[in-house]
C-alpha cells in the first residue's frame, strides 16, 4: 500500500521568508510525527499529533515554528522567516496509533535557506 | 530525559562477514527499542524492533539483542551484502522515540 508521502521532495528558499512542507501519512495512522534531521545525526523530534490535536509540540524550537493537522490526516509544518540554520532534511512519520509504537516514515523534504 | 549513544559510528566489513552495532541508553521506563536503515536521500526505514519483555528478536539475517539490566541492545546483521551499505539508527522509546547519532555501515565486496 502507499507509504507516507513528503512534498516538496526539496525547497529551496530566502531567509526571512515563509516556507510550508506537506505530510500526507498511512492511510487511518492516527499518529503523526515531524521530525527535523541535519546531516550526520539522527531525527530530532519536533511535534506529534493524535488525531487533529497536536499531544506534544515540545520539540519545536521556537515560535516561528507551527504545525497544523486539521482534519486528522495530512500535516503542514510551518516555517516563519526562515533562518539558515532552519537548513534541514524535514521528515514525517506515522503510526497506526499511538501505543503501536512502530512509526514509518516518508522520504523527508530538504529544505534549504539561502 | 532519556540519551542514547551508539558505536561505532563507521563499521566497514567484509562481504559475507558479520557485522554488530551497540546502543545504551539512560532512561529505565524506555520499553520501545527499534532500529532504523537510512540509504542516501531517503527516510529511515524501520527494519527490526524489540520490546522490553523480549530478549532477543530475529528476522532473516538480523537480530536485535536487548540486556534491560545493562541498558543495552545491538543489531547483528549476519552474511552482510552490498545492500546492507547504509546508515542504522538505534532508537528508545517511552512513547517518544530518542535516536542514535547513527552508523555508517560499509560493506567491501
Known amino acids: 500500500g502507499a507509504g507516507v508521502s513528503q512534498t516538496p521532495s526539496n525547497k529551496v528558499t530566502e531567509k526571512g521568508k515563509y516556507v510550508e512542507l506537506r505530510c500526507d501519512p498511512i492511510?487511518?495512522?492516527?499518529?503523526l510525527y515531524w521530525y527535523r534531521q541535519s546531516l550526520g545525526q539522527g531525527p530530532e523530534f519536533l511535534i506529534y499529533f493524535q488525531g487533529t490535536g497536536a499531544a506534544d509540540d515540545s520539540g519545536l524550537p521556537n515560535d516561528r515554528f507551527f504545525a497544523v493537522r486539521p482534519e486528522g490526516s495530512v500535516s503542514t509544518l510551518k516555517i516563519q522567516r526562515t533562518e539558515r540554520g532552519d537548513s534541514a532534511v524535514y521528515l514525517c512519520?506515522?503510526?497506526?496509533?499511538?501505543?503501536?509504537?512502530?512509526?514509518?516514515f516518508g522520504p523527508g523534504t530538504r529544505l534549504t535557506v539561502t | 530525559g532519556e540519551n542514547v549513544e551508539q558505536h561505532p559510528s563507521t563499521l566497514s566489513v567484509q562481504e559475507g562477514d558479520s557485522a554488530v552495532i551497540k546502543c545504551t541508553y539512560s532512561?529505565?521506563?524506555?520499553?520501545?527499542f527499534p532500529w532504523y536503515k537510512q540509504e542516501l536521500g531517503k527516510g529511515p526505514q524501520l527494519i527490526i524492533d524489540i520490546r522490553s519483555n523480549v530478549g532477543e528478536k530475529k528476522d532473516q539475517r538480523i537480530a536485535v539483542t536487548l540486556n534491560k539490566t545493562a541498558k543495552h541492545f545491538s543489531l547483528h546483521i549476519t552474511e552482510t551484502q552490498p545492500e546492507d551499505s547504509a546508515v542504522y539508527f538505534c532508537?528508545?522509546?517511552?512513547?517518544?522515540?530518542?535516536w542514535g547519532a547513527g552508523t555508517k555501515l560499509i560493506i567491501k565486496p
Open positions: 492511510s487511518g495512522h492516527t499518529a
Open positions: 532512561d529505565s521506563a524506555s520499553n520501545y
Open positions: 512519520a506515522s503510526s497506526s496509533s499511538p501505543s503501536s509504537y512502530e512509526q514509518y
Open positions: 532508537a528508545a522509546s517511552n512513547y517518544q522515540l530518542i
